[in-house]
């Protein structure tokens, strides 16, 4: 089983800011098979990055996904009030368990 | 509207059972994998159980197998998750989610509470 570690815990920054999530994984996920999600309090999860760098429908180009192998950044170009909420790392690239990372609170500062 | 709906929920005795629904609409179910993942109160997200489009391919974490079934009938566009026997450690919410690797619909979630 692929173990996806998500770091920082907690990142607090201010609106405007540049937030850079990171997503290690315990052996390289093959296709680069490696999606982000949001979730903000009392919602589902939603999905923003799959396969390390392309943007799920509708998600605002202020988001990307970058990386490879074990190594995989979630990047949020200028944050928006509407971004704070809690970032999980998925690999799909092994047979299952398709595993989540233990997430990234993103908070105001 | 693409939608998937989760039912069923509910507070059951440790060693009880409870079934899950998922109702979708908007999109063709038959051509999709389907899943279940859960989330413990103030935890992050965990796998429980996918299905392949035509069933032919079942997968379950470890933590449910022999406890949880998934089902789906592609004629009424609904998936389902039995669970029998259980645990504290299964309270959460569950969602319901669409795709085979990653999940890009998921439902608004049913709360399981498992408790004495």
């Known amino acids: 089983e692929i173990v996806l570690t998500q770091s920082p815990g907690t990142l607090s920054l201010s609106p405007g800011e540049r937030a850079t999530l990171s997503c290690r994984a315990s052996?390289?996920?093959?296709?680069?098979?490696l999606a982000w999600y949001q979730q903000k309090p009392g919602q589902a999860p939603r999905l923003l990055i799959y396969?390390?760098?392309s943007r799920a429908t509708g998600i605002p180009d202020r988001f990307s996904g970058s990386g490879s192998g074990t190594d995989f950044t979630l990047t949020i170009s200028r944050l928006e009030p509407e971004d704070f909420a809690v970032y999980y790392c998925?690999?799909?690239?092994?047979?299952?368990?398709?595993?989540f990372g233990q997430g990234t609170k993103l908070e105001i500062k | 509207e693409v939608q998937l709906v989760e039912s069923g929920g509910g507070l059951v005795k440790p060693g009880g059972s409870l079934r899950l629904s998922c109702a979708t609409s908007?999109?063709?179910?038959?051509?999709?994998?389907m899943n279940w993942v859960r989330q413990a109160p103030g935890k992050g997200l965990q796998w429980v159980s996918s299905?392949?489009?035509?069933?032919?391919?079942?997968y379950y974490a470890d933590s449910v197998k022999g406890r949880f079934t998934i089902s789906r009938d592609n004629a009424k566009n609904s998936l389902y998750l039995q669970m029998n026997n259980l645990r504290a450690e299964d309270t959460a919410v569950y969602y319901c989610?669409?795709?085979?690797?990653?999940?890009?619909?998921w439902g608004q979630g049913t709360l399981v509470t498992v408790s004495s």
């Open positions: 989610a669409r795709g085979y690797g990653y999940k890009n619909l």
């Open positions: 908007g999109f063709t179910f038959s051509s999709y994998s």
């Open positions: 299905i392949s489009s035509g069933t032919s391919y079942i």
């Open positions: 052996q390289s996920v093959s296709s680069n098979y």
């Open positions: 396969g390390a760098s």
């Open positions: 998925q690999q799909y690239g092994s047979s299952s368990p398709y595993t």
